[in-house]
């Protein structure tokens, strides 16, 4: 697992500046459109962003397998739309 995860401002889209070696009130920010947060904010978010896109996954992956089977109901959880400043690029 790679330590130089790249991250991206989720509303533009920019590639965002992380120190070397961020501590958790070091402010990340968007060069272009100036979104700010803390590392450790914008960490929480990764983490939460990666879940999310995970669980849907695998929702999908459930609903096509039950859709052939044909036989079951499945009622996937609902998964709010999370809002994040930045995402991972990956
Ligand atoms: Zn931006």
């Known amino acids: 697992m790679s330590t130089s995860v790249r991250i991206l401002c989720a509303r533009c889209k920019s590639p965002v500046h992380v120190p070397a070696r961020p501590r958790p009130a070091d402010l990340i920010s968007c ?6 947060d803390s590392f450790e904010s914008v960490r929480d978010q990764l983490r939460r962003y990666k879940r999310e896109r995970l669980a849907r996954k695998l929702d999908a992956r459930m609903r096509a397998a039950l859709r052939d089977s044909g036989s079951l109901e499945y009622f996937p959880e609902i998964f709010p739309e999370g809002t994040y ?3 991972p690029d990956d």
């Open 85 to 87: 400043h930045f995402i």
């Open 31 to 36: 060069p272009v459109c100036r979104v700010r």
